[in-house]
């Protein structure tokens, strides 16, 4: 099940890729994750590996991910390893005069016939509400590069 958000940023598409490409902000912009951190080295490349928790209903999972895809400054993309549900993220960014068009698209992947058919029945209820958090999240990544007094710190 796959769904996708745009925002248009006001800065270089060099500051933008560089804040995104550090996994280790993402506890600042993407909901449910803490304590973001690489765990292997080099890091920043292709074949990259990572780990979070990621909280949600209440239950916290420890994430593992590999950055399958890494073309600076215009996409990178990501694949979950482990945890509660397998997933591949993709960030676009294209620049337009000064500003960066940021599009943050997620596949969230079946495990097993059921959840197939779960995607299948419900699916057009729970793209919405993905791609409303997608587009949230690069709302936040948008303040914070463009105006990081306005964040709340606490």
């Not at 990259?48 to 950055?67: C, K, L, N, P, V």
């Amino acid at each position: 099940m796959k769904a996708s958000a745009t925002v248009t940023i006001e800065a270089p598409i060099e500051q933008v890729f560089d804040y995104i490409a550090d996994i280790e902000n993402m506890d600042q912009w993407v909901n449910g994750v803490t304590e973001p951190k690489w765990t292997s080295d080099p890091v920043e490349e292709t074949g990259a590996t990572f780990q979070s928790f990621y909280t949600y209903g209440g239950t916290t999972h420890e994430m593992e991910y590999e950055i399958t895809a890494l073309e600076a400054p215009t996409r990178m993309a990501t694949r979950s390893t482990s945890g509660p549900f397998p997933f591949d993220a993709e960030v676009e960014l294209v620049p337009v005069e000064e500003k960066t068009r940021i599009t943050n698209t997620l596949d969230a992947r079946a495990t097993n016939l059921a959840l197939g058919i779960w995607f299948a029945l419900f699916g057009v209820l729970i793209r919405p509400f993905m791609a409303r958090q997608l587009q949230r999240e690069l709302l936040l990544v948008k303040t914070l590069l463009e105006e990081p007094e306005q964040v709340d710190e606490s």
